[in-house]
């Protein structure tokens, strides 16, 4: 499975099959298939308040009817699943916790309003919006502060500015610099 090549679609279930969807389905599912690899249906279904259970079975049947059919997904009890994201929380928690210990994230406790604030204040001065990393050393009376408040902490990963390059296969060789970009939330 080492080189075996993996692509996948992750929709989305807060509407019905969108073109743009088809598209990039069409050419994973083109390219799984070139190259005897396996197309895999993920649903991004983690938001709970517009996710619907409808929208997952417009999105499998209009796949269907285009004849592009998947070789995981979430009807499916495959060994790398599940294939909801929704179903994925315990891994996902497991991991974010190892990254937390290892001190490669950290806990943000940034308000939505606070976010778009700084965000705007970044495009105000034409600069590319990123996260400031204002509570990756948070001291303890400040998270206490913000708990105490009734914040709920979101994941950040620490993104360490350094040049990263890489070989697309269509664009060919990629170059950027990862200090133009904030923290990463999770």
Known sequence: MENEVRVRIAPSPTGPL???TAHTVLF???FARKHSGKFILRIEDTDKIRSKEEYITDITDGLS???LD???GPERKEPLGPYKQSQRLEIYQKYADELLREKKAYYCYCTREELEK???AEMAKREAPKYS?????LSSSQIEKFKAEGRKPSVRFIIEPKKIEFKDLIKGKVRFDSALFGDSQI
């Open 18 to 20: 969108h073109l743009g």
């Open 28 to 30: 994973n599912w083109l």
């Open 65 to 67: 009817w285009l004849g």
């Open 70 to 72: 998947w070789d995981e």
């Open 118 to 120: 700084e965000r705007s």
């Open 133 to 137: 990393g204002k509570c990756r050393n």
